[in-house]
Protein backbone atom coordinates (compact mmCIF):
# COMPACT_ATOMS: atom_id res chain seq x y z
CA UNK A 1 0.00 0.00 0.00
CA UNK A 2 1.34 3.32 -0.94
CA UNK A 3 0.13 6.85 -0.49
CA UNK A 4 -1.23 6.71 2.91
CA UNK A 5 -0.92 8.20 6.63
CA UNK A 6 -0.08 5.90 9.07
CA UNK A 7 -1.15 6.67 12.10
CA UNK A 8 -0.12 4.00 14.67
CA UNK A 9 3.41 2.35 14.87
CA UNK A 10 4.89 1.26 17.88
CA UNK A 11 6.46 5.03 18.63
CA UNK A 12 3.08 6.72 17.94
CA UNK A 13 -0.65 7.08 18.15
CA UNK A 14 -3.19 9.79 19.73
CA UNK A 15 -6.42 11.10 19.45
CA UNK A 16 -9.54 12.02 22.25
CA UNK A 17 -13.52 11.82 22.51
CA UNK A 18 -15.86 11.10 25.19
CA UNK A 19 -17.01 7.85 25.29
CA UNK A 20 -20.70 8.75 25.87
CA UNK A 21 -23.00 7.22 22.68
CA UNK A 22 -26.78 8.20 22.30
CA UNK A 23 -27.34 5.08 20.22
CA UNK A 24 -24.82 1.87 18.45
CA UNK A 25 -23.40 1.32 15.31
CA UNK A 26 -21.64 3.83 13.67
CA UNK A 27 -22.85 6.66 10.55
CA UNK A 28 -19.80 7.74 8.75
CA UNK A 29 -20.50 10.29 5.60
CA UNK A 30 -18.14 10.99 3.56
CA UNK A 31 -16.98 13.79 0.76
CA UNK A 32 -14.32 13.17 -1.73
CA UNK A 33 -13.16 15.96 -3.80
CA UNK A 34 -11.18 13.94 -6.57
CA UNK A 35 -12.72 10.67 -6.73
CA UNK A 36 -16.18 9.63 -7.98
CA UNK A 37 -18.36 6.22 -8.42
CA UNK A 38 -15.55 4.17 -7.20
CA UNK A 39 -15.94 1.51 -4.56
CA UNK A 40 -14.71 2.39 -1.15
CA UNK A 41 -14.18 -0.42 1.95
CA UNK A 42 -14.42 0.45 5.78
CA UNK A 43 -11.74 -1.50 7.20
CA UNK A 44 -10.63 -2.30 10.85
CA UNK A 45 -7.04 -4.13 12.31
CA UNK A 46 -7.50 -7.32 14.32
CA UNK A 47 -4.44 -7.36 16.71
CA UNK A 48 -1.42 -7.25 13.90
CA UNK A 49 -0.07 -4.32 11.91
CA UNK A 50 -0.53 -3.96 7.79
CA UNK A 51 -0.45 -5.82 5.91
CA UNK A 52 -0.80 -8.61 7.57
CA UNK A 53 -4.48 -8.52 9.08
CA UNK A 54 -6.52 -5.94 8.32
CA UNK A 55 -10.89 -7.20 8.05
CA UNK A 56 -12.92 -5.13 5.39
CA UNK A 57 -16.10 -4.68 7.07
CA UNK A 58 -18.45 -2.71 5.12
CA UNK A 59 -18.06 -0.85 1.44
CA UNK A 60 -20.05 1.52 -0.26
CA UNK A 61 -20.07 3.00 -3.66
CA UNK A 62 -19.29 6.64 -4.61
CA UNK A 63 -21.57 8.87 -6.12
CA UNK A 64 -21.35 11.38 -9.21
CA UNK A 65 -20.67 13.81 -6.56
CA UNK A 66 -18.12 12.23 -4.48
CA UNK A 67 -20.57 11.14 -1.74
CA UNK A 68 -21.06 8.10 0.22
CA UNK A 69 -22.46 6.69 3.79
CA UNK A 70 -21.00 3.92 5.73
CA UNK A 71 -24.02 2.80 8.58
CA UNK A 72 -24.62 0.61 11.11
CA UNK A 73 -27.09 -0.07 14.21
CA UNK A 74 -25.22 -3.28 15.34
CA UNK A 75 -22.85 -2.51 18.29
CA UNK A 76 -19.39 -1.85 16.98
CA UNK A 77 -16.27 -2.59 18.82
CA UNK A 78 -14.20 0.23 18.57
CA UNK A 79 -10.36 1.17 17.41
CA UNK A 80 -8.21 2.10 14.36
CA UNK A 81 -10.56 2.24 11.66
CA UNK A 82 -9.06 2.25 7.82
CA UNK A 83 -10.69 3.72 4.89
CA UNK A 84 -9.66 1.47 1.28
CA UNK A 85 -10.53 2.69 -1.98
CA UNK A 86 -10.77 0.07 -4.24
CA UNK A 87 -6.93 0.28 -5.84
CA UNK A 88 -6.32 -1.02 -2.19
CA UNK A 89 -3.27 1.48 -2.46
CA UNK A 90 -4.76 4.51 -0.58
CA UNK A 91 -5.85 4.75 2.71
CA UNK A 92 -5.72 6.44 6.11
CA UNK A 93 -6.68 5.22 9.48
CA UNK A 94 -9.09 7.50 11.74
CA UNK A 95 -10.42 6.80 15.32
CA UNK A 96 -13.98 5.21 15.35
CA UNK A 97 -16.24 4.12 18.32
CA UNK A 98 -19.24 2.94 18.97
CA UNK A 99 -22.00 5.23 18.35
CA UNK A 100 -20.04 7.25 16.37
CA UNK A 101 -21.89 10.17 13.97
CA UNK A 102 -19.37 11.98 11.60
CA UNK A 103 -18.28 13.24 8.34
CA UNK A 104 -15.23 12.95 6.64
CA UNK A 105 -13.95 15.20 3.69
CA UNK A 106 -11.40 13.68 1.81
CA UNK A 107 -8.79 14.87 -1.21
CA UNK A 108 -7.43 11.57 -2.07
CA UNK A 109 -3.92 13.17 -3.77
CA UNK A 110 -3.38 14.89 -1.25
CA UNK A 111 -2.88 11.75 1.34
CA UNK A 112 1.00 11.11 0.86
CA UNK A 113 1.49 14.77 2.60
CA UNK A 114 -0.41 13.74 5.67
CA UNK A 115 -3.09 16.04 4.19
CA UNK A 116 -6.69 15.63 2.62
CA UNK A 117 -8.75 14.83 5.64
CA UNK A 118 -10.96 17.15 7.78
CA UNK A 119 -13.56 15.51 10.05
CA UNK A 120 -17.07 17.10 11.37
CA UNK A 121 -18.58 16.33 14.63
CA UNK A 122 -15.03 14.88 15.53
CA UNK A 123 -12.91 16.49 18.20
CA UNK A 124 -10.88 13.14 18.54
CA UNK A 125 -9.95 12.46 14.82
CA UNK A 126 -9.15 16.15 14.68
CA UNK A 127 -6.66 15.77 17.44
CA UNK A 128 -5.63 12.88 15.73
CA UNK A 129 -4.28 14.69 13.06
CA UNK A 130 -2.80 17.22 14.67
CA UNK A 131 -0.32 14.30 16.27
CA UNK A 132 0.23 13.10 12.62
CA UNK A 133 1.62 16.58 12.00
CA UNK A 134 3.76 16.27 15.30
CA UNK A 135 4.74 12.95 14.42
CA UNK A 136 5.65 13.85 10.97
CA UNK A 137 7.92 16.56 11.72
CA UNK A 138 9.50 14.70 15.13
CA UNK A 139 10.16 11.74 12.22
CA UNK A 140 12.00 14.01 10.10
CA UNK A 141 14.46 15.61 13.40
CA UNK A 142 14.71 12.23 14.24
CA UNK A 143 16.28 10.88 11.18
CA UNK A 144 18.23 13.84 11.37
CA UNK A 145 19.48 12.70 15.06
CA UNK A 146 20.37 9.47 13.58
CA UNK A 147 22.61 10.80 11.13
CA UNK A 148 24.54 12.77 13.70
CA UNK A 149 25.02 9.77 16.06
CA UNK A 150 26.20 7.72 13.56
CA UNK A 151 28.41 9.84 12.09
CA UNK A 152 30.43 11.53 15.14
CA UNK A 153 34.17 11.03 15.19
CA UNK A 154 34.78 11.27 19.19
CA UNK A 155 33.54 9.34 22.07
CA UNK A 156 32.23 12.72 22.96
CA UNK A 157 30.52 13.33 20.14
CA UNK A 158 28.12 10.07 20.20
CA UNK A 159 27.41 10.82 24.31
CA UNK A 160 26.00 14.18 22.96
CA UNK A 161 24.48 12.83 20.22
CA UNK A 162 22.73 10.34 22.27
CA UNK A 163 21.47 12.45 24.80
CA UNK A 164 20.03 14.34 22.27
CA UNK A 165 18.54 11.55 20.79
CA UNK A 166 16.94 10.93 24.60
CA UNK A 167 15.85 13.93 25.09
CA UNK A 168 14.25 13.85 22.01
CA UNK A 169 12.43 10.28 22.39
CA UNK A 170 11.10 11.83 26.06
CA UNK A 171 9.33 14.99 23.79
CA UNK A 172 7.10 12.20 22.29
CA UNK A 173 6.41 10.10 25.43
CA UNK A 174 5.36 13.17 27.43
CA UNK A 175 3.26 14.35 24.40
CA UNK A 176 1.54 10.78 24.87
CA UNK A 177 1.26 11.51 28.41
CA UNK A 178 0.01 14.78 28.59
CA UNK A 179 -2.56 13.90 26.53
CA UNK A 180 -3.72 10.47 28.29
CA UNK A 181 -3.88 12.60 31.48
CA UNK A 182 -6.18 15.15 30.46
CA UNK A 183 -8.63 13.01 28.71
CA UNK A 184 -7.86 9.56 30.61
CA UNK A 185 -11.51 7.75 29.34
CA UNK A 186 -10.64 7.66 25.74
CA UNK A 187 -9.74 5.14 22.76
CA UNK A 188 -6.73 7.10 21.85
CA UNK A 189 -5.62 7.21 25.98
CA UNK A 190 -6.09 3.28 26.19
CA UNK A 191 -4.17 3.19 23.26
CA UNK A 192 -1.13 5.60 24.12
CA UNK A 193 -0.62 3.73 27.77
CA UNK A 194 -1.08 0.19 25.95
CA UNK A 195 1.69 1.41 23.71
CA UNK A 196 4.39 2.05 26.89
CA UNK A 197 6.95 -0.17 27.76
CA UNK A 198 8.29 0.14 31.12
CA UNK A 199 12.03 2.94 31.21
CA UNK A 200 14.29 1.21 33.52
CA UNK A 201 15.39 3.11 36.23
CA UNK A 202 19.11 4.30 35.68
CA UNK A 203 21.88 3.59 37.90
CA UNK A 204 23.40 0.66 39.72
CA UNK A 205 20.79 -1.53 41.38
CA UNK A 206 21.89 -4.43 44.45
CA UNK A 207 20.70 -7.49 45.45
CA UNK A 208 19.57 -7.37 49.12
CA UNK A 209 23.66 -9.26 49.92
CA UNK A 210 25.45 -5.87 48.55
CA UNK A 211 26.04 -7.23 45.42
CA UNK A 212 25.33 -6.27 42.15
CA UNK A 213 21.68 -6.93 40.40
CA UNK A 214 22.65 -8.24 37.11
CA UNK A 215 19.20 -9.03 36.33
CA UNK A 216 17.67 -5.88 37.64
CA UNK A 217 16.46 -4.76 34.13
CA UNK A 218 15.31 -7.64 33.17
CA UNK A 219 13.04 -8.45 36.03
CA UNK A 220 11.72 -5.19 36.00
CA UNK A 221 10.96 -4.77 32.78
CA UNK A 222 8.98 -8.22 32.99
CA UNK A 223 7.52 -6.88 36.03
CA UNK A 224 6.41 -3.81 34.69
CA UNK A 225 5.83 -4.76 30.72
CA UNK A 226 1.66 -4.60 31.21
CA UNK A 227 1.25 -1.88 34.00
CA UNK A 228 -0.58 0.52 31.42
CA UNK A 229 -2.44 -1.93 28.89
CA UNK A 230 -5.85 -1.61 29.89
CA UNK A 231 -6.74 -5.81 29.23
CA UNK A 232 -10.82 -5.03 29.64
CA UNK A 233 -10.77 -2.73 26.98
CA UNK A 234 -11.81 -4.77 23.74
CA UNK A 235 -11.30 -1.88 21.50
CA UNK A 236 -7.40 -2.46 21.51
CA UNK A 237 -7.62 -5.94 19.61
CA UNK A 238 -8.61 -3.12 16.81
CA UNK A 239 -4.94 -1.56 16.86
CA UNK A 240 -2.33 -3.39 15.75
CA UNK A 241 -0.57 -3.23 19.36
CA UNK A 242 -1.66 -6.43 21.03
CA UNK A 243 0.12 -9.24 18.75
CA UNK A 244 3.32 -7.44 18.89
CA UNK A 245 3.16 -6.83 23.04
CA UNK A 246 2.78 -10.55 23.45
CA UNK A 247 5.42 -11.86 21.07
CA UNK A 248 8.07 -9.84 23.06
CA UNK A 249 6.61 -10.32 26.07
CA UNK A 250 6.19 -14.08 25.54
CA UNK A 251 9.13 -14.94 23.42
CA UNK A 252 11.63 -13.18 25.15
CA UNK A 253 10.57 -12.14 28.73
CA UNK A 254 9.06 -15.24 29.59
CA UNK A 255 11.43 -18.84 30.05
CA UNK A 256 10.81 -20.56 27.23
CA UNK A 257 10.13 -23.74 29.92
CA UNK A 258 6.47 -25.21 30.05
CA UNK A 259 5.82 -24.00 33.48
CA UNK A 260 6.66 -20.93 32.81
CA UNK A 261 4.61 -20.43 30.21
CA UNK A 262 1.77 -22.19 31.41
CA UNK A 263 1.70 -19.98 34.37
CA UNK A 264 2.04 -16.57 32.11
CA UNK A 265 -1.03 -18.17 30.28
CA UNK A 266 -3.15 -18.68 33.33
CA UNK A 267 -2.33 -14.33 33.74
CA UNK A 268 -3.01 -13.12 30.72
CA UNK A 269 -6.33 -15.26 30.40
CA UNK A 270 -7.39 -14.36 33.89
CA UNK A 271 -6.57 -10.48 32.72
CA UNK A 272 -8.67 -10.77 29.51
CA UNK A 273 -11.57 -12.72 31.07
CA UNK A 274 -14.54 -11.17 30.77
CA UNK A 275 -13.75 -9.36 27.23
CA UNK A 276 -15.31 -11.15 24.41
CA UNK A 277 -12.20 -10.17 21.48
CA UNK A 278 -9.06 -10.32 23.85
CA UNK A 279 -9.85 -13.03 25.91
CA UNK A 280 -10.32 -15.28 22.58
CA UNK A 281 -7.06 -13.71 20.74
CA UNK A 282 -5.22 -14.32 24.03
CA UNK A 283 -6.40 -18.16 23.81
CA UNK A 284 -5.77 -18.12 20.10
CA UNK A 285 -2.52 -16.80 20.43
CA UNK A 286 -0.92 -18.85 23.28
CA UNK A 287 -1.92 -22.01 21.49
CA UNK A 288 -0.87 -21.49 18.44
CA UNK A 289 2.34 -19.71 19.51
CA UNK A 290 2.88 -22.88 21.17
CA UNK A 291 2.14 -25.45 18.46
CA UNK A 292 5.05 -23.25 16.14
CA UNK A 293 7.39 -22.94 18.83
CA UNK A 294 10.20 -24.67 17.67
CA UNK A 295 11.71 -24.69 21.36
CA UNK A 296 11.26 -28.44 22.83
CA UNK A 297 8.85 -29.14 25.29
CA UNK A 298 6.26 -26.20 24.07
CA UNK A 299 3.26 -29.11 22.90
CA UNK A 300 2.82 -29.55 26.87
CA UNK A 301 1.72 -26.20 26.70
CA UNK A 302 -0.57 -26.97 23.73
CA UNK A 303 -2.48 -29.60 26.09
CA UNK A 304 -2.68 -27.79 29.64
CA UNK A 305 -4.42 -24.75 27.18
CA UNK A 306 -6.59 -27.41 25.18
CA UNK A 307 -7.40 -29.43 28.55
CA UNK A 308 -7.80 -26.14 31.16
CA UNK A 309 -9.89 -24.15 28.68
CA UNK A 310 -11.12 -25.47 25.16
CA UNK A 311 -12.16 -28.53 26.74
CA UNK A 312 -14.02 -26.71 29.62
CA UNK A 313 -15.96 -24.45 27.48
CA UNK A 314 -14.21 -21.31 27.52
CA UNK A 315 -14.10 -21.19 23.47
CA UNK A 316 -17.22 -20.48 23.49
CA UNK A 317 -17.08 -18.92 19.49
CA UNK A 318 -16.11 -22.58 17.59
CA UNK A 319 -18.14 -24.72 16.41
CA UNK A 320 -18.36 -28.11 17.57
CA UNK A 321 -16.63 -29.60 14.82
CA UNK A 322 -13.97 -27.35 15.37
CA UNK A 323 -13.42 -27.62 19.15
CA UNK A 324 -12.78 -31.33 18.41
CA UNK A 325 -10.25 -30.91 16.10
CA UNK A 326 -7.91 -28.99 19.17
CA UNK A 327 -9.30 -32.12 21.50
CA UNK A 328 -8.31 -34.61 18.85
CA UNK A 329 -4.88 -32.71 18.44
CA UNK A 330 -4.37 -32.63 22.32
CA UNK A 331 -4.99 -36.07 22.77
CA UNK A 332 -2.90 -37.22 20.47
CA UNK A 333 0.06 -35.07 21.94
CA UNK A 334 -0.66 -35.81 25.53
CA UNK A 335 0.52 -39.15 26.27
CA UNK A 336 4.20 -37.54 24.37
CA UNK A 337 4.90 -34.69 26.42
CA UNK A 338 8.25 -33.88 28.53
CA UNK A 339 7.31 -34.90 31.83
CA UNK A 340 5.17 -38.04 30.84
CA UNK A 341 6.39 -41.62 31.56
CA UNK A 342 7.08 -43.25 28.48
CA UNK A 343 4.58 -44.96 26.56
CA UNK A 344 5.88 -48.66 26.65
CA UNK A 345 6.65 -50.52 23.28
CA UNK A 346 7.87 -53.99 23.57
CA UNK A 347 8.86 -55.02 20.07
CA UNK A 348 11.04 -57.87 18.75
CA UNK A 349 15.10 -57.67 17.66
CA UNK A 350 16.68 -59.46 15.01
CA UNK A 351 17.12 -62.55 17.01
CA UNK A 352 12.82 -62.65 17.15
CA UNK A 353 13.66 -61.95 21.26
CA UNK A 354 11.18 -59.00 22.49
CA UNK A 355 12.81 -56.12 23.83
CA UNK A 356 10.66 -54.03 26.42
CA UNK A 357 11.63 -50.38 26.01
CA UNK A 358 10.82 -49.47 29.86
CA UNK A 359 12.49 -52.35 30.52
CA UNK A 360 15.82 -51.30 29.55
CA UNK A 361 17.97 -51.00 32.40
CA UNK A 362 19.84 -47.19 31.99
CA UNK A 363 20.53 -44.06 34.02
CA UNK A 364 19.10 -42.35 30.55
CA UNK A 365 17.97 -43.82 27.19
CA UNK A 366 17.85 -42.75 23.63
CA UNK A 367 14.90 -43.64 21.93
CA UNK A 368 15.49 -43.37 17.94
CA UNK A 369 13.25 -43.70 15.25
CA UNK A 370 14.48 -44.50 12.19
CA UNK A 371 14.37 -45.80 8.54
CA UNK A 372 17.33 -47.17 6.36
CA UNK A 373 16.16 -46.01 3.33
CA UNK A 374 15.43 -42.58 4.93
CA UNK A 375 17.91 -39.91 3.70
CA UNK A 376 18.12 -37.79 6.69
CA UNK A 377 18.63 -40.92 8.93
CA UNK A 378 21.21 -42.11 6.58
CA UNK A 379 23.20 -39.34 7.60
CA UNK A 380 22.02 -38.36 11.17
CA UNK A 381 22.15 -42.12 12.52
CA UNK A 382 25.70 -42.82 12.07
CA UNK A 383 26.38 -38.95 13.43
CA UNK A 384 24.14 -40.32 16.89
CA UNK A 385 26.30 -42.96 16.90
CA UNK A 386 29.76 -41.25 17.01
CA UNK A 387 28.55 -38.81 19.94
CA UNK A 388 27.10 -41.94 21.89
CA UNK A 389 30.52 -44.02 21.58
CA UNK A 390 32.40 -40.47 21.89
CA UNK A 391 30.57 -39.02 24.97
CA UNK A 392 26.93 -40.82 25.74
CA UNK A 393 27.89 -44.13 26.49
CA UNK A 394 30.12 -43.37 29.61
CA UNK A 395 27.22 -40.79 30.62
CA UNK A 396 24.73 -43.72 31.22
CA UNK A 397 23.06 -43.47 27.92
CA UNK A 398 21.53 -47.05 26.09
CA UNK A 399 20.17 -46.25 23.07
CA UNK A 400 16.42 -48.36 22.24
CA UNK A 401 15.99 -48.15 17.98
CA UNK A 402 12.73 -48.49 16.84
CA UNK A 403 12.82 -49.22 12.48
CA UNK A 404 9.75 -46.98 11.36
CA UNK A 405 10.60 -47.86 6.80
CA UNK A 406 12.79 -49.93 4.87
CA UNK A 407 13.13 -53.37 4.44
CA UNK A 408 14.28 -55.56 7.02
CA UNK A 409 17.02 -56.63 4.97
CA UNK A 410 18.13 -52.73 4.40
CA UNK A 411 17.47 -52.53 8.52
CA UNK A 412 20.09 -55.48 9.02
CA UNK A 413 22.11 -54.45 6.46
CA UNK A 414 22.59 -50.92 7.75
CA UNK A 415 23.22 -52.05 11.21
CA UNK A 416 25.72 -54.20 9.98
CA UNK A 417 27.55 -52.15 7.68
CA UNK A 418 27.58 -48.93 10.78
CA UNK A 419 28.18 -51.29 13.70
CA UNK A 420 25.22 -49.71 15.55
CA UNK A 421 25.01 -53.87 17.36
CA UNK A 422 25.17 -51.82 20.76
CA UNK A 423 22.12 -50.14 20.48
CA UNK A 424 19.08 -52.59 21.16
CA UNK A 425 17.52 -52.29 17.88
CA UNK A 426 13.86 -53.22 17.30
CA UNK A 427 11.43 -54.03 14.42
CA UNK A 428 7.94 -54.96 13.57
CA UNK A 429 7.89 -57.56 11.15
CA UNK A 430 4.23 -58.70 11.51
CA UNK A 431 2.98 -54.86 11.46
CA UNK A 432 1.49 -55.69 15.00
CA UNK A 433 3.26 -52.55 17.23
CA UNK A 434 2.39 -49.71 14.76
CA UNK A 435 0.84 -47.88 17.95
CA UNK A 436 4.07 -46.59 18.46
CA UNK A 437 3.66 -44.08 15.75
CA UNK A 438 0.26 -42.39 17.79
CA UNK A 439 2.18 -43.11 21.15
CA UNK A 440 4.63 -41.12 19.99
CA UNK A 441 3.80 -38.87 16.86
CA UNK A 442 5.86 -40.63 14.95
CA UNK A 443 4.77 -39.55 11.07
CA UNK A 444 8.27 -39.07 9.51
CA UNK A 445 12.05 -40.11 10.79
CA UNK A 446 14.38 -39.75 12.77
CA UNK A 447 12.76 -38.83 15.51
CA UNK A 448 14.51 -38.95 19.01
CA UNK A 449 12.95 -38.90 22.55
CA UNK A 450 15.79 -38.53 25.86
CA UNK A 451 14.28 -40.79 28.84
CA UNK A 452 15.58 -40.99 32.57
CA UNK A 453 16.68 -43.50 34.78
CA UNK A 454 12.41 -43.82 35.53
CA UNK A 455 11.51 -43.29 31.85
CA UNK A 456 10.04 -39.85 32.12
CA UNK A 457 10.04 -37.84 29.04
CA UNK A 458 13.26 -35.46 29.51
CA UNK A 459 13.73 -34.47 25.62
CA UNK A 460 12.10 -34.57 22.49
CA UNK A 461 12.62 -33.89 18.80
CA UNK A 462 16.45 -33.74 19.48
CA UNK A 463 19.04 -34.55 17.28
CA UNK A 464 22.89 -35.19 17.70
CA UNK A 465 23.73 -32.23 18.50
CA UNK A 466 21.98 -31.67 21.41
CA UNK A 467 21.69 -34.78 23.46
CA UNK A 468 24.20 -34.10 25.57
CA UNK A 469 23.03 -30.36 26.23
CA UNK A 470 19.65 -31.63 26.84
CA UNK A 471 20.94 -34.05 29.38
CA UNK A 472 23.29 -31.31 30.97
CA UNK A 473 20.14 -29.27 31.45
CA UNK A 474 18.32 -32.36 33.16
CA UNK A 475 21.13 -32.76 35.41
CA UNK A 476 21.15 -28.72 36.30
CA UNK A 477 16.99 -29.01 36.98
CA UNK A 478 17.47 -31.97 39.23
CA UNK A 479 20.10 -30.30 41.28
CA UNK A 480 17.70 -27.26 41.28
CA UNK A 481 15.11 -29.19 42.73
CA UNK A 482 16.76 -31.00 45.30
CA UNK A 483 17.73 -27.26 46.70
Avoid at 53 to 73: C, E, M, P, T, W
Avoid at 282 to 287: A, F, I, K, V, Y
Avoid at 443 to 469: F, V, W
Amino acid sequence: MTKRILLITLLCLTGWSPLVFAKNGYHIQMKFSDVKDSLVYLAYYYGKPLPNAIYKVDSARLDNNGNLVFQSKDTTIGGIYLILMSDHKNYFEFLLNNGDDITINVTVKELPTSGGISFKNSPENEHFMEYVKFLKAYGVKHQQLMLQYTSAKTAADSNAARKTIKQHSDELIQYRNDYAKKMPNTLLASIFRALELPEVPEGVHHLPDGKVDSDFAYNYTKKHYWDDFNFQDDRLIHTPIYDAKLSQYMNSLVLPIADSVEMEADKLLAKTRGTKELFKYTLWWLEHNAQDSKIMGMDAVVVYLVENYYMKGDATWLSSEDLQKYIDYASKIAPNVIGNLAPEIKMPDATGKDQSLLGLKAKYTLLVFWAPDCGHCQAEIPLIDSVYKAVLKSRGVKIYAVKGGGTEQQWKDFIKSHNLQDWTNVYDPDNTHQDFRSKYDVYSTPILYLLDEKKIIRGKRMDHTNILEVIEMTERKGKTTKQ
